[in-house]
């Protein structure tokens, strides 16, 4: 049995000014989406998928070998649409007992926040959500067994709407990075500063 890791980067980004799509503008020489993908394949986890949506052809040459490319066609739906084409991907896969869902806009999430959330559904958790300093974040973690409860989620929300139903357990990853996202340029140009700075 299987944790899978997952990134979402299906979405316009609309808020982004940027000259390119989001997930491709660069962040020290890299796309935005690069460094959360390198964190799912660092944490070891199998299967690691990447949602693409808008400019799904360019954002899915992100993908290093090994990363599976999962289109979601009407995108434009919300990210409940991409988190219903990941489990319609994963579904058939029995060996795959839960995924923990990351976004491609929040580029210092760590590799250990997957693996932490991946073991506390080794312990029995079929719902879990990354904190930091007491603050929950991403990624999130969602078992088999609330995959059908998922798909019934409309519009632009994921699968921290379930968290209103049910308690997750929350898993401190703190000292693993930071879920800090990229909404805008502004965002951009101040996490590659705080990056610069010694």
């Not at 603050?135 to 067994?145: E, H, K, Y």
């Not at 699968?159 to 209103?164: E, P, W």
């Not at 101040?190 to 010694?198: H, I, K, S």
């Amino acid at each position: 049995m299987s944790t899978a890791a997952a990134l979402l980067a299906a979405g316009h980004g609309s808020r982004f000014t940027g000259n390119r799509h989001k997930p491709l503008a660069l962040l020290h020489h890299r796309p935005l989406a690069a460094w959360a993908i390198d964190a799912a394949v660092e944490s070891g986890l199998q299967p690691v998928l990447l949602v693409v949506g808008a400019h799904s052809r360019n954002v899915a040459q992100l993908a290093p070998s090994g990363v599976e490319v999962v289109d979601a066609p009407h995108w434009e739906l919300g990210i409940a649409h991409s988190v219903h084409a990941l489990l319609d991907a994963l579904e058939p896969r029995v060996s795959v007992r839960a995924v923990c869902i990351g976004l491609a806009d929040q580029p210092n999430v760590g590799a250990e926040a997957f693996t932490r959330l991946a073991r506390a559904h080794d312990e029995g958790a079929e719902l879990a959500v990354a904190t930091y300093d007491g603050v929950r974040g991403n990624p999130v973690l969602l078992g088999r067994s609330l995959w059908a409860e998922a798909r019934t989620l409309q519009g632009d929300v994921g699968a921290r709407a379930l968290m209103s139903t049910h308690a997750p357990v929350e898993v401190d990853c703190s000292d693993t990075g930071s879920p800090r996202d990229v909404d805008t340029l502004d965002d951009l140009h101040a996490l590659e500063e705080e990056n610069n700075q010694p």
